[in-house]
T-cell receptor
Framework: AQKVTQAQTEISVVEKEDVTLDCVYETRDTTYYLFWYKQPPSGELVFLIRRNSFDEQNEISGRYSWNFQKSTSSFNFTITASQVVDSAVYFCALSEANFGNEKLTFGTGTRLTIIP | DTGVSQDPRHKITKRGQNVTFRCDPISEHNRLYWYRQTLGQGPEFLTYFQNEAQLEKSRLLSDRFSAERPKGSFSTLEIQRTEQGDSAMYLC????????????FGPGTRLTVT
C-alpha cells in the first residue's frame, strides 16, 4: 500500500526566510510519480510539480525547488525568499504509474504561514 | 479556456436527505476522479472514470454513494441518506489520456450535513 507522510503539520516563518517542507513516501512500486499541490485559502488545489521515480534530478522553478532522494524515499520542497502569497496548505502526493488510473495518495498537508 | 467546474459550491442538508453533486471536467479530458477531503486531512480517492466507464471504487465509497459519467462528459456523485460523517469537501479532478499524470482539480463542493 502507498503512504505519504508530511510530519510538519504547521510551519510559520517570517517573510523572506527560506522554508523547507518535508515529504516521505512509501510504495512497493518501482515506477511511480510524486507531486506537490498547493491549496490556498480559496480551497482549489493547484498543481506545482510532478516527478517520476526514474528522475532524481533536483528541479528549480523560480523561488521553488524540489529535492528528490530515492535512497531516503523523500521529496522535499523548498521555498526561497518566502512571500505572504506563499501562505497555503501544501500537499505531497504519490501515484502509481498504472497507465490508466493514476489515483493520487495524498499526505495530510503542511500549513505554511508567512508572517509579514 | 475553462478549468474543472463543480456545482454546487456549497450544500447544507439535513441528515437522511439525498444530495447530488456535478462535475464538469476540462473538455476532452477522458479521465475523471472524485476525492473527498475532511478538515485537516489530504484528499482521499473515491472513484475513477475512464470515459463513461467507472473502473475503480474506493472502499470509502459505501453503498450510499453512487457516481456516474454518462457519455463520458460530466459526472455526478450522489449520496443517499446522508449522515453527519459525510460532511466534507468533495473534489473532482480530470486529466487527459496522455501519460501526463497531472490532475487538474475543481474548486470542490463543500457538504455540511446537519
Amino acid at each position: 500500500a502507498q503512504k505519504v507522510t508530511q510530519a510538519q503539520t504547521e510551519i510559520s516563518v517570517v517573510e523572506k526566510e527560506d522554508v523547507t517542507l518535508d515529504c516521505v513516501y512509501e510504495t512497493r512500486d518501482t515506477t511511480y510519480y510524486l507531486f506537490w499541490y498547493k491549496q490556498p485559502p480559496s480551497g482549489e488545489l493547484v498543481f506545482l510539480i510532478r516527478r517520476n521515480s526514474f528522475d532524481e534530478q533536483n528541479e528549480i522553478s523560480g523561488r521553488y525547488s524540489w529535492n528528490f532522494q530515492k535512497s531516503t524515499s523523500s521529496f522535499n520542497f523548498t521555498i526561497t525568499a518566502s512571500q505572504v502569497v506563499d501562505s497555503a496548505v501544501y500537499f505531497c502526493a504519490l501515484s502509481e504509474a498504472n497507465f490508466g488510473n493514476e489515483k493520487l495518495t495524498f499526505g495530510t498537508g503542511t500549513r505554511l504561514t508567512i508572517i509579514p | 479556456d475553462t478549468g474543472v467546474s463543480q456545482d454546487p459550491r456549497h450544500k447544507i442538508t439535513k441528515r437522511g436527505q439525498n444530495v447530488t453533486f456535478r462535475c464538469d471536467p476540462i473538455s476532452e479530458h477522458n479521465r475523471l476522479y472524485w476525492y473527498r477531503q475532511t478538515l485537516g486531512q489530504g484528499p482521499e480517492f473515491l472513484t475513477y472514470f475512464q470515459n463513461e466507464a467507472q473502473l475503480e471504487k474506493s472502499r470509502l465509497l459505501s453503498d450510499r454513494f453512487s457516481a456516474e459519467r454518462p457519455k463520458g462528459s460530466f459526472s455526478t456523485l450522489e449520496i443517499q441518506r446522508t449522515e453527519q460523517g459525510d460532511s466534507a469537501m468533495y473534489l473532482c479532478a480530470s486529466s487527459p489520456s496522455t501519460a501526463s499524470y497531472e490532475q487538474y482539480f475543481g474548486p470542490g463542493t463543500r457538504l455540511t450535513v446537519t
